[in-house]
């Protein structure tokens, strides 16, 4: 079957909203999530995120969602790959590796001078469509000299 990554908007909110309650029960093993298309049509409109889909026919059967960062040492722009999420029965096809290879074409077009990776720890093949995508940023991508850290913030504070 066909599959198709294109660009995802507001319209595609109520094919998204099920694939991120998926996503979100995969990563966190809780109480399944209700598909929240409020949050899915935020998602889809927010002014720094970009989210893409990919389709077999009409149906959504994963998504990456990224970011178009500025370098202030290098003065180039950069690509963020936040998210890869594919529903388990599309797993193995394929559709990581067209989600990157989508992003590298659209990184060219927009100078960017790489893309950063951001993958959760501790990846669960399970829960992410992994093996597929752990062995896509292993072959694909290097390790990064640069080390990640988080400040966590509370956002009920």
């Known amino acids: 079957m066909t599959v198709t990554v294109k660009a995802l908007g ?8 099920p694939l991120i309650a998926a996503y979100a029960q995969a990563m966190r093993r809780g109480a399944p999530r209700r598909p929240d298309e409020y949050y899915a049509e935020l998602l889809t409109t927010d002014r720094t995120a970009e989210v893409i889909g990919a389709f077999e026919e009409e149906e959504l059967v994963g998504f990456a969602v990224f970011f178009d960062l ?3 040492i290098t003065g180039f722009r950069a ?7 594919v529903l388990p029965a599309h797993r193995n ?8 290879e989508t992003l590298r074409i ?5 100078g960017w001078s790489r893309i950063r990776w951001i993958i959760p720890r501790p990846v669960d ?14 072959e694909l991508a ?16």
């Open 10 to 17: 507001q319209k595609d909110a109520h094919k998204l909203a």
């Open 70 to 72: 500025p370098e202030t």
């Open 79 to 85: 690509g963020q790959l936040e998210d890869i999420y």
């Open 93 to 100: 096809r394929g559709i990581g590796r067209r989600f990157v």
């Open 106 to 110: 659209e990184g060219q077009s927009r």
């Open 125 to 138: 093949s399970a829960a992410t469509g992994l093996p597929e995508e752990a062995a896509l940023y292993e």
């Open 142 to 157: 290097r390790p990064s000299v640069q080390r990640l850290y988080e400040i966590v913030i509370d956002p009920l504070a």
